[in-house]
């Protein structure tokens, strides 16, 4: 690393954003950890990383954004630019998952699911990118999951919102290319987060109780993801989205997937989708935006 990045992390306050703006700050790198309620909900995650940045001497500080508010989101661009004079990278990591039958999901439910994992990372890009753009460097990292691959039953809202985060991160790849900027996308795999306590739950009872077998397969599905889940450890994505940091431009892969079983799965999709993603744009004459700059 030849100097330290200045990097936007959203979804601060537990998960990977936590172990991400810790690890980060500790490889030397200027750290904005954002998270909603800094004063209220999360004063105490934000507490403790400034105890931690004090303790070890860390260019590490929590700041207040809600990824759904416009204002909010300015506000803490704002606040980065004016604190250090530049903003480097931006990693997209807020978001929620949702669970239960699709139909059992108010269309306001599933608004919200898009607002946290789809929106949010527009928004926060869309107040961003012209800072990148004025220094003609920069990075994306969009952390989506493993299931923004597949599609799993009873995660409906979720599977579509990541799904289009995904697409939403590939075309800032094209797009971003000649203007010097990396767009990536960092797949997890089903680790131990607390992304499952802030779930959006289906709350159409009645709906659920109308399906033959609805409250039998859902407590099944439970029953397969909790025997499922990933016993990997999650530092492990914070090291993967770290080491896409410190990677020079123009050599970071579009995708990196982290965790055993998600490499597994995924990898092979991986590789067969840029295939043919590259052939396509070939064919439309657009093989320029396959080359980062």
Do not use: C, W
């Not at 306001?108 to 928004?123: I, T």
């Not at 012209?130 to 799993?152: D, E, F």
């Amino acid at each position: 690393m030849s100097a330290p990045y200045v990097a936007l992390i959203t979804g601060a306050s537990t998960g990977f954003g936590r172990l991400l703006v810790q690890t980060l700050a500790r490889r030397g790198h200027i750290v904005f950890a954002s998270m909603r309620g800094i004063a209220d909900k999360n004063a105490g995650a934000a507490a403790e990383l400034a105890s931690l940045a004090s303790r070890e001497n860390l260019a590490l500080q929590a700041i207040e954004m809600d990824v759904t508010d416009d204002p909010s989101v300015r506000k803490a661009i704002d606040h980065v630019m004016a604190d250090a004079g530049r903003l480097d990278v931006v990693v997209n990591n807020a978001g929620a998952t949702a669970f239960g039958l699709l139909e059992s999901f108010s269309v306001e439910q599933a608004r919200k699911a898009f607002e946290l994992n789809f929106f949010g990372p527009l928004r926060v890009n869309r107040a961003a990118l012209p800072i990148l753009r004025a220094r003609k460097s920069g990075l994306l990292v969009q952390v989506t999951s493993a299931g923004a691959r597949y599609v799993l039953p009873f995660f409906g809202p979720y599977t579509a919102a990541k799904f289009a985060a995904e697409a939403l991160a590939e075309t800032y790849r094209y797009e971003l290319a000649s203007e010097g900027i990396d767009s990536v996308i960092v797949e997890p795999g089903g680790y131990g987060t607390s992304l499952a306590k802030n779930a959006i739950m289906a709350d159409d009872t009645a709906r659920v109780q109308s399906y033959t077998r609805g409250k039998e397969l859902l407590a099944a599905a439970v029953r397969g993801m909790t025997a499922a889940a990933s016993t990997d450890n999650p530092q492990e994505v914070a090291d993967a989205i770290a080491a896409l940091i410190e990677t020079p431009h123009g050599k970071r892969p579009l995708r990196t997937v982290v965790g055993r079983l998600a490499k597994s799965l995924l990898e092979d999709l991986n590789s067969a989708t840029d295939r043919i993603q590259a052939e396509r744009l070939r064919a439309l004459g657009m093989a320029e935006m396959l080359q980062l700059k």
